[in-house]
């Protein structure tokens, strides 16, 4: 009996860890629209944009080129050109990072348990190639109460017209 309530207590936190925020099933990086093998990606981005995109990476607080841009416009993915927030949503967070408040829309991006570096944080990642663009917190501003603490390199600005 002892080893059954240990058996369905696995299967009960597994289970649980294989949800995200959203209560959906995790994709795995075969589930994206965008598909390319490592030399492909290595092909078309630079060291710092596949570091941080395909390898989880972060650049150094500001030193990254968007974190202090002011201009209109949106925001896309470095790796896919998949836009994912606008000017209209970003503010000045003190972190060295772009920080906007919320997507263009919810299914612009992917949110998944990041439990790295000992610590429990929520990963957003572009949901069209699965590309690592930084991390979300909930110590933002109204109306959302959220930071999307993101990567300069994982991004590209297409400036309004």
């Known amino acids: 009996m002892k080893y059954l309530i240990i058996l369905i207590t696995v299967f009960c936190l597994s289970s649980c860890n294989a949800q995200n925020q959203t209560g959906k099933s995790e994709k795995t990086m075969n589930d994206y629209p965008v598909q390319k093998s490592e030399a492909e990606w290595k092909d078309i981005l630079n060291d710092q944009e ?76 572009c949901a069209r190639c699965g590309g690592h663009l930084g991390h979300v917190f909930k110590d933002g501003p109204q109306p959302t109460g959220l930071r999307y603490c993101l990567n300069s390199a994982a991004l590209d600005f297409k400036p309004e017209k």
């Open 50 to 125: 596949f570091h941080v995109l395909r390898e989880k990476g972060t650049e150094r607080a500001f030193t990254g080129d968007l974190y202090d841009n002011k201009e209109e416009g949106v925001y896309i993915c470095a790796g896919c050109d998949h836009e994912m927030f606008t000017s209209q949503t970003k503010f000045e967070s003190g972190t060295g990072w772009p920080s906007f408040y919320a997507p263009i829309s919810e299914d612009k991006i992917v949110s998944k348990d990041d439990r790295s570096m000992g610590m429990i944080r929520t990963e957003v990642l």
